[in-house]
C-alpha cells in the first residue's frame, strides 16, 4: 500500500507540475479547480480504481469516467497522454488556434466521454450509463466526478432521486469539495458543508473522505460490491492545492500566477519531492 | 369524426411494433401517460422508464442510454420536454449527435385553456436553431404513425410535435414522405404553405377560395428541419405569391422558414405570413374559438388572403 501510495504522491506531483507549467506559458487558465481533484483524478487512472484501455478508448467493458467541471481538463489530458490515450505531442497544440484539445472536454478526445462545459448534467448521464449497463448485464462502473459549486445546480438533484429510485448501485459520485466557487469561498452551513448528509437522504450511500489522502481515496473505491444503492464519496479538497500561497480559496479559480509566484511553486514542489 | 385517429395512438402503436423487433429501443416518460403506452409499458418494463416530473434529468440519462447504444424516445409535454430542458438538450443530445428523439404532446394550442405554459407556439423557433435537430410535424394520423419509424431509423437528434387529439387521414398508407413536404393540390393563383394540423383547415380555405375565383395550391411542409432546398424550391416554381399558414408564433417558425427560403434564393415572390400573434396567450376558451381570436381560423384566414390578394 504504502509504495502504492508514494507512487501516485509522485504521479500527481508530476500532473501538477505539467499542469502549472502550462497554465504559466499560456497565462491563461484555471488552477483552482484543476489542483484540487488533481489527487482524485490521479487515483482513479493510476491506482487500479478503474478499468480501461488506453490504446482502444471505447472498449465497451470499460468504466465510464465522466467529469462534470470541465476546467479541470489540463490534468486529463496530462493523465490521458501519460497513459497512450493519445499523443504527448498533441498537447503542443493546446492553447493555440486550430487546436483539436480545447480548453473543456470533447467526445472527439480519446478518454473523453462526453462534452463538458455546462455544469450539472454528468449525474443525469452517468445515471443512464449505469442504467444501460444493467439493463445489458454488463459489470462496468460508472463514475462521475462534479465539484461542490456544480452541487448548487437543481439538474444535480433530479439525477441523484432518479439514481437511487433504480437502485444504480454501479454509480459512483465523487464531490470535489473544495469549498470555494468563482467569486466566494463558501462556509459550512450552506449547501456545501451537508452534502454527505444530503445524499443519504435521497437514498445514496454516503461517505465523506480527505480528498488528498490516497490511502482514503482509494479506501472509498474498495468493497464496493456490497452496496445496492449509488454511492456519494464526498472528496475534501483544497482549492489550489499542492502551492501554499494558490491555496486560498476563490481567489485562484482562473487567476494565473505572476512569473515570480510560479517559481515559487514550482520551487515547493521540488522540495516536496526531496523530502 | 369518421376515422379520426389520436396521434398519440398513431404514433405508440408504430412504436411499438419497432420495439418488438428492436431491443435497443429505449423508452422515457417524464410521467406523461398515453392510452397506447399501456401495452408498451407492460410488455417492455424493463425499457419503458418513467423519468417522473424532472425533464432535465431525462434529457441527460437518455443521453447516457444512448451513449450506451441505446435508440431513446422520450416523451412529455411539449413545452416541458423543449424548453425546460434546452440546454440538456443542446449540450447532452445534440452537440454529440445522438440518437434520441423527443416527442411534445401538445403542438400549437392543443392544450387551449391550460394557458401559456401548455401552449406550443414558439418551440419551433427554438428547436430549428440547435444544428443537429431534425423536426417533424405530422399532419395527420398517417404521417405521425410514419414518423416513428423515420425517428427510429435516425442516427441523430429528432424532434416530433405531435398534435393532441383524434384527425381523420389524409394521406394514404403507401405514401412516401422522405422528401419531408407533400403538393397535396396545385394552384394557378397562389399557393398555401402549412404545416401540422393545420393542413386541414388549409385545405378547407381552398374550397371557400373557389367561391371568389381564387386558385390555391397546398403544400404540406411535416419536415421543418432539414429541408430539402432544391427539391422544394423546385415545388414553388411558377408561384408567385404564397401564404404560409400556422398555429405558432409569427417568430421563427413556418413562416419564417419560407422567408428565409425566398430571400436566400432571391426568388421573386409575395409571401404572406398567418401565424400567432407574438404574444403570450391568456385567453382561455376552446382550440377552434382560440384561433378565431388569434386570426387563424379558416373563415378569418379567407378574409386575410383576399385582402392582401387584391392589393
Known amino acids: 500500500m504504502q509504495e502504492k501510495v508514494q507512487m501516485l504522491k509522485k504521479k500527481a506531483r508530476w500532473v501538477r507540475t505539467k499542469v502549472l507549467n502550462t497554465i504559466a506559458r499560456l497565462r491563461k487558465g484555471h488552477l483552482g479547480g484543476t489542483l484540487s481533484c488533481t489527487d482524485l483524478l490521479v487515483a482513479l487512472y493510476y491506482g487500479k480504481i478503474m478499468r480501461f484501455d488506453a490504446a482502444n478508448p471505447n472498449w465497451s467493458e470499460r468504466d465510464r469516467f465522466l467529469i462534470g467541471k470541465g476546467h479541470a481538463h489540463l490534468a486529463l489530458y496530462y493523465i490521458w497522454t501519460d497513459l497512450g490515450f493519445f499523443d504527448v505531442r498533441k498537447l503542443e497544440e493546446y492553447g493555440t488556434d486550430g487546436s483539436s484539445l480545447g480548453f473543456q472536454l470533447d467526445r472527439n478526445i480519446p478518454g473523453s466521454e462526453y462534452n463538458t462545459g455546462s455544469l450539472g448534467h454528468v449525474i443525469g448521464i452517468g445515471a443512464g450509463m449505469a442504467l444501460a449497463a444493467k439493463m445489458d448485464r454488463k459489470a462496468y462502473k460508472t463514475i462521475v466526478l462534479v465539484g461542490d459549486g456544480e452541487c448548487d445546480e437543481g439538474s444535480i438533484w433530479e439525477a441523484v432521486m432518479f439514481a437511487s429510485r433504480y437502485r444504480l448501485n454501479n454509480l459512483m459520485t465523487i464531490v470535489d469539495r473544495n469549498q470555494a466557487t468563482v467569486i466566494e469561498n463558501r462556509v459550512e452551513d450552506d449547501g456545501s458543508g451537508r452534502l454527505e448528509e444530503k445524499f443519504k437522504m435521497c437514498g445514496w450511500e454516503s461517505i465523506t473522505i480527505n480528498g488528498h489522502s490516497f490511502e482514503q481515496i482509494l479506501s472509498a473505491f474498495t468493497g464496493l460490491e456490497k452496496f445496492n444503492r449509488p454511492l456519494a464519496i464526498i472528496a475534501d479538497t483544497v482549492k489550489g492545492k499542492g502551492a501554499s500561497f494558490l491555496e486560498q480559496g476563490a481567489k485562484w479559480h482562473h487567476l494565473v500566477p505572476s512569473a515570480e509566484e510560479f517559481d515559487r511553486v514550482i520551487r515547493e514542489f521540488e522540495l516536496e519531492a526531496e523530502t | 369524426m369518421k376515422n379520426a385517429i389520436d396521434f398519440r395512438n398513431a404514433f405508440f402503436d408504430n412504436l411499438y411494433d419497432i420495439a418488438i423487433k428492436n431491443k435497443?429501443?429505449?423508452?422515457?416518460?417524464?410521467?406523461?401517460?398515453?392510452?397506447?403506452?399501456?401495452?408498451?409499458?407492460?410488455?417492455?418494463?424493463?425499457?419503458?422508464?418513467?423519468?417522473?416530473?424532472?425533464?432535465?434529468?431525462?434529457?441527460?440519462?437518455?443521453?447516457?442510454?444512448?451513449?450506451?447504444?441505446?435508440?431513446?424516445?422520450?416523451?412529455?409535454?411539449?413545452?416541458?420536454?423543449?424548453?425546460?430542458?434546452?440546454?440538456?438538450?443542446?449540450?447532452?443530445?445534440?452537440?454529440?449527435?445522438?440518437?434520441?428523439?423527443?416527442?411534445?404532446?401538445?403542438?400549437?394550442?392543443?392544450?387551449?385553456?391550460?394557458?401559456?405554459?401548455?401552449?406550443?407556439?414558439?418551440?419551433?423557433?427554438?428547436?430549428?436553431?440547435?444544428?443537429?435537430?431534425?423536426?417533424?410535424?405530422?399532419?395527420?394520423?398517417?404521417?405521425?404513425?410514419?414518423?416513428?419509424?423515420?425517428?427510429?431509423?435516425?442516427?441523430?437528434?429528432?424532434?416530433?410535435?405531435?398534435?393532441?387529439?383524434?384527425?381523420?387521414?389524409?394521406?394514404?398508407?403507401?405514401?412516401?414522405?422522405?422528401?419531408?413536404?407533400?403538393?397535396?393540390?396545385?394552384?394557378?393563383?397562389?399557393?398555401?404553405?402549412?404545416?401540422?394540423?393545420?393542413?386541414?383547415?388549409?385545405?378547407?380555405?381552398?374550397?371557400?377560395?373557389?367561391?371568389y375565383s381564387l386558385d390555391a395550391g397546398v403544400i404540406d411542409l411535416y419536415q421543418l428541419k432539414p429541408i430539402k432546398e432544391d427539391l422544394f424550391l423546385k415545388a414553388l416554381t411558377n408561384h408567385k405569391k404564397i401564404v404560409t399558414i400556422e398555429e405558432h408564433s409569427l417568430i421563427g417558425g413556418l413562416g419564417s422558414i419560407i422567408s428565409e427560403i425566398i430571400t436566400d434564393n432571391q426568388r421573386p415572390i409575395s409571401l404572406k405570413r398567418i401565424a400567432l400573434k407574438d404574444e403570450q396567450c391568456f385567453h382561455y376558451g376552446k382550440r377552434e374559438w382560440l384561433r378565431e381570436v388569434y386570426k387563424v381560423d379558416a373563415d378569418s384566414i379567407v378574409k386575410q388572403i383576399i385582402a392582401w390578394e387584391k392589393k
Open chain 2, 24 to 211: 435497443e429501443v429505449v423508452f422515457i416518460t417524464s410521467d406523461m401517460p398515453a392510452e397506447s403506452l399501456v401495452k408498451y409499458n407492460k410488455d417492455f418494463p424493463d425499457r419503458f422508464i418513467n423519468s417522473r416530473v424532472a425533464e432535465q434529468n431525462t434529457v441527460s440519462v437518455a443521453a447516457g442510454l444512448a451513449l450506451s447504444g441505446k435508440k431513446v424516445f422520450i416523451y412529455g409535454m411539449l413545452p416541458f420536454v423543449t424548453m425546460r430542458c434546452y440546454e440538456q438538450i443542446k449540450v447532452d443530445i445534440c452537440s454529440m449527435n445522438l440518437p434520441v428523439t423527443l416527442i411534445g404532446l401538445g403542438a400549437g394550442l392543443s392544450f387551449d385553456v391550460d394557458g401559456p405554459t401548455a401552449h406550443g407556439v414558439i418551440d419551433i423557433a427554438i428547436m430549428r436553431s440547435l444544428p443537429e435537430m431534425t423536426i417533424l410535424n405530422p399532419s395527420d394520423p398517417i404521417t405521425a404513425s410514419a414518423f416513428a419509424e423515420t425517428a427510429y431509423s435516425s442516427c441523430t437528434p429528432t424532434y416530433i410535435r405531435l398534435h393532441k387529439g383524434r384527425t381523420p387521414s389524409i394521406y394514404d398508407n403507401a405514401t412516401d414522405f422522405s422528401d419531408g413536404f407533400s403538393i397535396l393540390k396545385n394552384g394557378d393563383d397562389l399557393c398555401i404553405i402549412t404545416t401540422g394540423v393545420m393542413l386541414h383547415t388549409a385545405l378547407r380555405i381552398r374550397d371557400e377560395l373557389k367561391r
